[in-house]
């Protein structure tokens, strides 16, 4: 990934301490923390290159994946790839979001009418034209989520490809970000991070702080496992606590165990691997660990060290593991 592309300014970002919650990742690395601090992608992920998507259609209004085909959606045009080749659609309809749906293919909402994207260009896609009343979503899951906002709470309700509604939960305050996709639902509501839980019909929260009011974008992972979008980074929450993959503005999306990432500044779309092995907090402080070996400080290894566990705790492991080598 080149330098830059996926990152902002350095000094944004700072200090990530693993099992922490996300109130401590946006600080300063502190006074006698040297070097500046690291803006990178998480050594233990990997990234290719998907597609630098044209963002000459304005500010995007939607991007899901389903099997690996991301679609990214413009106020008035669409485009889409299959990873042999990509093509842009643009229509004289206002778009206001866009949704993936196994079998359906992509469906675009302006308003209350709802069109699918065919080979013919946009058409009324009838079951669910002119009934809807809220925002569309979906990543590849089974029909797509409405999410209905009210004045004081907000419906999320399933909708099949007939048009047949199914309500799934509702929650009170208001929704910063929701996604739909095969590994269920998140949603951004007020100060919390909340997923469904499919046995019980809840909504289980599993983060809180006042740094999740900034969230623009969201997607499921995994179990209680999610990606977060904020205006200076891409954070990985779950209940065990927080983790920032990358210094950047990029919107998120699951599909395949692959993380997509988008950056709305350059159009640069990546595909991540290896999120399995992030996040957890055993395997993130080993491995914080090992970049300190013979780590002098200041350098990359080091920065990306006190990312994870803080600028204190990297400086005292660097001194253990260099009494260690003695």
């Known amino acids: 990934m080149r330098r830059g592309v996926l990152v902002v300014a350095a000094g944004l970002l700072a200090g990530c301490v693993a099992g922490r919650g996300p109130e401590s990742l946006i ?12 803006e990178g992608l998480d050594g233990r992920l990997a990234a290719r ?8 259609g304005g500010s995007v209004k939607g991007f899901e994946v389903r099997a690996g085909n991301p679609v990214v959606a413009f106020e008035r045009s669409v485009w889409a790839t299959d990873g042999r080749r990509a093509v842009l659609v643009e229509t004289r309809t206002g778009i206001d979001d866009v949704a993936l749906a196994s079998p359906l293919g992509v469906v675009l909402r302006a308003g209350t009418d709802v069109f699918r994207l065919t080979p013919r260009g946009l058409v009324p896609f009838t079951p669910l034209h002119r009934r809807i009343v809220g925002t569309l979503h979906g990543s590849g899951a089974e029909g797509f989520l409405e999410v209905v906002r009210g004045d004081r ?55 809180q702080s006042p740094l999740v009011r900034d969230v623009f974008d969201v997607t499921l992972v995994g179990h209680r496992r999610a990606i977060l979008a904020t205006p200076k980074a891409v954070i990985l929450v779950s209940d065990a606590g927080a ?49 300190l070996v013979d780590a002098p400080a200041g350098d990359r290894s080091f920065a990306e060290a006190v990312r994870i566990v803080g600028c204190d705790r990297a400086l005292r492991w660097r ?8």
Request: net charge neutral; proline share 5%; with cysteine.
């Open 27 to 38: 600080e300063g690395a502190g006074a006698g923390c040297p070097g500046p601090p690291f």
């Open 319 to 326: 001194r253990d593991a260099a009494h260690a080598s003695r």
């Open 153 to 207: 709470v907000t419906s999320f309700v399933l909708r099949a490809g007939d048009g047949a509604a199914r309500p799934l939960v509702k929650a009170s305050g208001t929704v910063q970000a929701a996604a739909w996709n095969d590994q269920g639902l998140v949603a951004v509501v007020d100060d919390r991070v909340l997923v469904h839980d499919g046995r019980t019909g809840d909504l289980v929260q599993i983060a």
């Open 243 to 291: 983790m920032i993959l990358v210094v950047a503005r990029a919107r998120p999306r699951f599909s395949d165990a692959t993380l997509y990432l988008l950056d709305e500044r350059t159009g640069l779309l990546v595909a991540i691997s290896g999120l399995d092995a992030v996040g957890r907090v055993d395997a993130d402080q080993a491995y914080a660990r090992s970049l």
């Open 49 to 56: 290159t998907v597609a630098v998507v044209p963002l000459a």
